[in-house]
């Protein structure tokens, strides 16, 4: 993984007055072939509920990614995590991943989990993280042109940080 050549990534939380520019994130982000990105309306309605939080990385000030995530009890999901293509393989995605997790822990969470496409090839990133796959569903998705997609559930553990 290549890093972000001296340039400044701002992780914070956003709020639905944050949702243009993670539109604009979420439709450079996600192939349309999949249909997996979200709606306004969708992620507007999320944003209203307990337990959800939204997350914001800006390089240099800009949009580099978002993380939609909820916790409830003792488990967190990650809804949505998208980056563009030109901000890839700097570190964002994995940072982001860094920051949900730790803020999850914050609010109790033991185990975080997270559904994707099969074929996804954040896959690698999940597994370089600790996630492991706990469930499948069969032909769950389907794509704009009818193929389907299994949907793959991952799960990690949260250790709880060490004491200094």
Not at 14 to 21: I, K, N, R, V, Y
Not at 38 to 64: E, F, K, M, N, P
Not at 130 to 140: A, D, L, P
Request: aromatic share 6%; charged share 20%.
């Amino acid at each position: 993984m290549s890093s972000l050549p001296s340039t400044r990534l701002d992780l914070v939380v956003g709020s639905t007055a944050d949702l243009d520019e993670v539109m604009v994130t979420m439709q450079a982000a996600f192939d349309p072939s999949f249909g997996e990105a979200w709606t306004r309306s969708q992620c507007s309605g999320i944003l209203s509920l307990a337990g959800v939080w939204l997350l914001i990385a800006r390089h240099d000030g800009a949009a580099a990614g978002f993380a939609l995530s909820r916790s409830v009890a003792d488990e967190a999901e990650l809804l949505l995590l998208a980056v563009p293509p030109a901000q890839r393989r700097l570190g964002v995605a994995s940072a982001m991943l860094e920051a949900v997790g730790t803020e999850a822990r914050a609010r109790g969470a033991r185990r975080i989990h997270l559904e994707m496409r099969d074929g996804n090839p954040a896959i690698h990133l999940y597994n370089g993280a600790g996630f492991r796959e706990v469930g499948r569903r069969g032909h769950y998705y389907r794509g704009k042109d009818g193929t389907p997609f299994d949907a793959i559930t991952l799960a990690c553990p949260l250790v709880p940080p060490s004491p200094l």
